[in-house]
């Protein structure tokens, strides 16, 4: 029994070591979670990235302050034959800007 009793106290005594370790590497280190922010309900009809950040900065009056908008779409909503062109799409894609 003293063996898992010491078993059991260094899987604690590491458990606390490796959080302690995270929570520290978290306060020193930046990351997208740390300055990034999710919309919910956004329109339908905005699906330009560009215009969405005209559209934020103006109303959150950050004109030059927001350095990107990314637009995510649930594609599994999709009928499953749309679904397979938009990957086709999306493989032959090179690039668009709008």
Not at 61 to 82: K, P, R, T, W
Not at 83 to 96: C, P
Request: net charge negative.
């Amino acid at each position: 029994t003293g063996f898992w009793m010491v078993a059991v106290m260094m899987s604690w005594a590491f458990h606390f070591c490796q959080r302690s370790f995270m929570q520290t590497y978290d306060r020193q280190n930046q990351s997208a979670e740390d300055y990034s922010l999710l919309l919910k309900d956004v329109p339908t009809k905005v699906v330009s990235e560009m215009k969405l950040k005209g559209i934020l900065e103006r109303e959150l009056n950050m004109e030059g302050q927001i350095h990107g908008v990314c637009i995510c779409y649930n594609i599994f909503s999709l009928a499953e034959e749309d679904q397979e062109r938009l990957k086709s799409m999306l493989e032959n894609i090179v690039e668009y800007d709008d």
